[in-house]
């Protein structure tokens, strides 16, 4: 596809449940990243990617949450044993190279709920 | 990065230009000036970026104060589908991803 691609759209887990959530980005694109974003809020910054390299994981919320770019294209977003913060839209984005000159394109999101 | 101060909401005529202000009092000289926007149960999207000179594209035009603390994005001619909420944001060569704050949430009348 043209654009950055995340599946699934809708994740409904029971607490305590582990879930991933996957994103496609455009293809070539070196960076992606991984963004968290609450009901009502701007999107927060979870983690960073330069091809297979996870050069920034500082926004990582918890050691339940993990992400993994092992080929340097498709990613995973995991998060074990979900609580109800984890509740949010989970936004990818990538950019064909490091961001500060350059557009990032975001996918439409996963919104988690926990229930 | 560098905070960002924006009105939260603002509200305009649909076919009349839209002026939507930035405060960047504490940039660096080599923050970059991003514009995204939100639609909707849509990702971000992005509009428009400069450094230090005026930027126009098919979307909007970025307008920087010569000082750089502040800059404006304009909407030329507001449409529905410009309702949206609308983020500046600075970026730096050194930083990793996009900060976002609270942005501006674009209200169109018809």
């Known amino acids: 596809g043209a654009g950055v691609s995340q599946s699934p759209r809708y994740k409904v887990a029971k607490r305590g449940q582990d879930v991933a959530l996957r994103c496609d980005p455009i293809?070539?694109?070196?960076?992606l990243f991984w963004y968290q974003q609450a009901l009502g809020q701007g999107p927060e910054f979870l983690t960073y990617?330069?091809?297979?390299?996870?050069?920034?994981k500082s926004g990582l919320p918890s050691d339940r949450f993990f992400a993994e770019r092992p080929e340097g294209s498709v990613s995973t977003l995991k998060i074990q044993r979900t609580q109800q913060e984890d509740s949010a839209v989970y936004l990818c984005?990538?950019?064909?190279?490091?961001?500060?000159?350059?557009?990032?394109?975001f996918g439409q999101g996963t919104r988690l709920t926990v229930v | 990065d560098a905070k960002t101060t924006q009105p939260n909401s603002m509200e305009s005529n649909e076919e009349e230009p839209v002026h939507l202000p930035c405060n960047h009092s504490?940039?660096?000289?080599?923050?970059?000036i991003h514009w995204y926007r939100q639609l909707p149960s849509q990702g971000p999207e992005y509009v428009i970026h400069?450094?230090?000179s005026n930027v126009n594209n098919r979307m909007a035009s970025l307008a920087i104060a010569e000082d750089r603390k502040s800059s404006t994005l304009i909407l030329h001619r507001a449409t529905l589908r410009d309702a949206a909420v609308y983020y500046c944001?600075?970026?730096?060569?050194?930083?990793?991803?996009?900060?976002f704050g609270k942005g501006t949430h674009l209200i169109i009348q018809p």
């Open positions: 984005a990538s950019s064909l190279v490091e961001l500060s000159n350059t557009e990032a394109f």
């Open positions: 293809s070539g694109h070196v960076s």
């Open positions: 990617f330069q091809n297979e390299a996870q050069l920034d």
């Open positions: 504490t940039i660096s000289g080599t923050d970059y």
């Open positions: 400069g450094l230090t």
């Open positions: 944001i600075l970026r730096d060569r050194s930083a990793d991803g996009l900060t």
